[in-house]
């Protein structure tokens, strides 16, 4: 089978396109025929220094999470499996290829009504941004911005919130970017790369009740102080490369309450379910920005290195539709 190997960590040009030896389910396990694989912001980080929450050996497959029609299953798995439309994650390897082997315990049916993209693109962005919704306690009348508004998460984000009644505020990198986010129902957008972008934010809806971070570094802190007492703030990304820098001390000071959730296995699952269930209930539309087919693996890489993006971005594997849009 095709397949994409990182044999040493680097620039995207460390992702080549081969053949590899063909996956056989375990116990336990199904064999997936992959029709789109998902890519994250931590991939690119993974593959250009081994940095990351992935644990493995080169040379590897790479590739976390997957979507397509179960082929065939392994000991101990239900047979009534085969033939079924369904999304799972891998661990941090072998998903960008043809065909692989995912554990039972972890797949999620895709619903009627939502596409194959659609599933992959909330695999992983639709249990984050849920988790993070619920975590912060997101309710009318709240004061939300959201960092990074024209990402994966971020778009997710906006849409949750403003379900949820909130009061959103985008902040995004360009106009493209932040008239995206205000297209999916922000009342305010911002360019985070204008030095005056906080005060545009105070300046619109004076302070801020709950902040989602998936940048870090200045835009973080920057952010953090633009919320008013009792508000929170939630980090799940490092987009800039590095953690936000608030101490708990500080936080505690101004009354605000940082927030790092937490999920395990089986609370991930769930929230995937449910982010399928809005999904074909027409209550959340993930947005893929670009699709790139399994051999351009290293341009989709670089795509998301340069903040060319918008959305999600996926490798489109065996389904019969356009490799690029």
Not at 14 to 41: H, K, M, R, S, W
Not at 91 to 103: D, P, W
Not at 169 to 180: D, I, N, P, S
Not at 206 to 219: K, L, M, Q, S
Request: glycine share 14%.
């Amino acid at each position: 089978m095709r397949a994409v190997w990182l044999k040493e960590f680097g620039g995207p040009e460390a992702l080549v396109a081969g053949d590899a030896p063909e996956p056989v389910a375990g116990p336990g396990q199904v064999l997936v025929g992959v029709a789109y694989a998902n890519i994250t912001f931590v991939e690119t980080q993974f593959r250009a220094s081994g940095f990351g929450p992935y644990a493995a050996e080169l040379p590897m497959i790479p590739g976390n999470g997957v979507g397509g029609v179960v082929t065939s299953v392994g000991a101990g798995v239900s047979p009534e499996l085969a033939g079924r439309r369904v999304v799972g994650s891998m661990g941090g390897s072998g998903g960008y290829a043809e065909r692989a082997v995912v554990a039972a315990d972890v797949l999620v049916e895709v619903p009627d009504g939502v596409e194959l993209d659609a599933a992959v693109a909330l695999l992983a962005d639709g249990r984050t941004a849920l988790s993070l919704v619920r975590a912060a306690g997101v309710g009318p009348g709240d004061r939300v911005l959201v960092e990074a508004a024209a990402g994966g998460v971020g778009t997710l984000l906006v849409q949750l919130a403003r379900t949820a009644g909130a009061v959103v505020v985008a902040a995004a990198g360009g106009a493209r970017k932040a008239g995206l986010a205000r297209d999916l129902g922000a009342e305010v957008a911002v360019d985070y790369r204008e030095p005056e972008w906080a005060s545009a934010v105070r300046a619109a809806v004076g302070g801020v009740d709950v902040v989602f971070d998936g940048v870090g570094g200045t835009i973080a802190r920057s952010a953090f102080e633009l919320l008013d007492r009792g508000g929170r703030m939630v980090s799940h990304g490092l987009a800039s490369g590095t953690w936000a820098d608030v101490p708990a001390e500080l936080a505690a000071e101004r009354g605000v309450t940082l927030v790092r959730p937490r999920t395990t296995p089986e609370e991930s699952r769930a929230l995937t379910a449910d982010a399928l269930s809005e999904a074909a209930a027409g209550r959340l539309r993930p947005v893929i920005g670009q699709c790139f087919p399994l051999e351009r693996a290293a341009d989709a890489h670089a795509a998301i290195q340069s903040r060319a993006t918008v959305g999600k971005t996926l490798l489109e594997v065996s389904a019969r539709r356009p490799a690029s849009r």
